[in-house]
C-alpha cells in the first residue's frame, strides 16, 4: 500500500537549516506530484511547496520562497525539502504528501508528518 | 491569495444528525474544491474534490456542493467516528489554499 515516510524534523535556532527527506513506497512514484504542506501547532493547513512528476515545475508559497528548496530523485525515490534561514513561524508539523495520478492538485496521500521546532 | 473562509468554526450535533458546514472563496475556483477531514493526532484524509466527487472509499453520507465561491460539505447522520476538524482547499490557482477549518463536535 501506499506510503509515505517523513525524517529530518527537530529543533533548530532561528537562521538554521534543516533537511527533510520523504521516503515513498506502494506506487511509481514517478508518475505523481509531490508536495510538502506545513501546520503550525494548533493551527490549519499551508501548502508550502509542490513539484511535479518529473522535477521540471515547482512552485513555492511566498512565506518560504528563497528560503526553502523542493527536490526529488525519481530514481531513488525520494523527495526532500531543504529549509534554510529559519524562522519561528516556520515552526510546524511537515507532511509529504501525494498528489493524485494527473497532476491535480489536491492530496490524496499524507504522511504523518515530522514536527520542526525553530526556537532559541 | 484567494482566501478560504469556513464558517462556523465551531458546530455542536448530536449523533445521527446532519452537519452542514459552508466555504466560501474571496474569488471564484469553478469546481476546484476539495475537503478533508483531520482527527487529532492524525493526518488529514480526502473526503471530496472537484466540490462533489468522493475520494475512494468515503461513506455516501458525505456530500459536497457549489460552484463558484460559494460551497458546502453535509454529513447526512453523524456517527461517532466523524466528530473532528474539516478543511476546504481551493486548487484553481496557486498558492492552493486551505480554510481555517471547522470543528464538528459532539453535542
Known amino acids: 500500500q501506499v506510503q509515505l515516510v517523513e525524517s529530518g524534523g527537530g529543533l533548530v535556532k532561528p537562521g538554521g537549516s534543516l533537511r527533510l527527506s520523504c521516503e515513498a513506497s506502494g506506487f511509481i512514484f514517478s508518475d505523481y506530484y509531490m508536495n510538502w504542506i506545513r501546520q503550525a501547532p494548533g493551527k490549519g493547513l499551508e501548502w508550502v511547496t509542490y513539484v511535479s512528476n518529473s522535477g521540471d515545475s515547482i512552485y513555492y508559497a511566498d512565506s518560504v520562497k528563497g528560503r526553502f528548496t523542493i527536490s526529488r530523485d525519481n530514481a531513488k525515490i525520494s523527495l526532500s525539502l531543504q529549509m534554510n534561514s529559519l524562522r519561528a513561524e516556520d515552526t510546524a508539523v511537515y507532511y509529504c504528501?501525494?498528489?493524485?495520478?494527473?497532476?491535480?492538485?489536491?492530496?490524496?496521500?499524507w504522511g504523518q508528518g515530522t514536527l520542526v521546532t525553530v526556537s532559541s | 491569495e484567494i482566501v478560504m473562509t469556513q464558517s462556523p468554526a465551531t458546530l455542536s450535533v448530536s449523533p445521527g444528525e446532519r452537519a452542514t458546514l459552508s466555504c466560501r472563496a474571496s474569488q471564484r475556483v469553478s469546481s476546484n474544491l476539495a475537503w478533508y477531514q483531520q482527527k487529532p493526532g492524525q493526518s488529514p484524509r480526502l473526503l471530496i474534490y472537484?466540490?462533489?466527487t468522493r475520494a475512494t472509499g468515503i461513506p455516501a453520507r458525505f456530500s459536497g456542493r457549489g460552484s463558484g465561491a460559494e460551497f458546502t460539505l453535509t454529513i447526512s447522520s453523524l456517527q461517532s467516528e466523524d466528530f473532528a476538524v474539516y478543511y476546504c482547499q481551493q486548487y484553481d490557482n496557486w498558492p492552493f489554499t486551505f480554510g481555517g477549518g471547522t470543528k464538528v463536535e459532539i453535542k
Open positions: 504528501a501525494r498528489s493524485p495520478f494527473g497532476g491535480s492538485p489536491i492530496v490524496d496521500f
Open positions: 472537484g466540490a462533489s
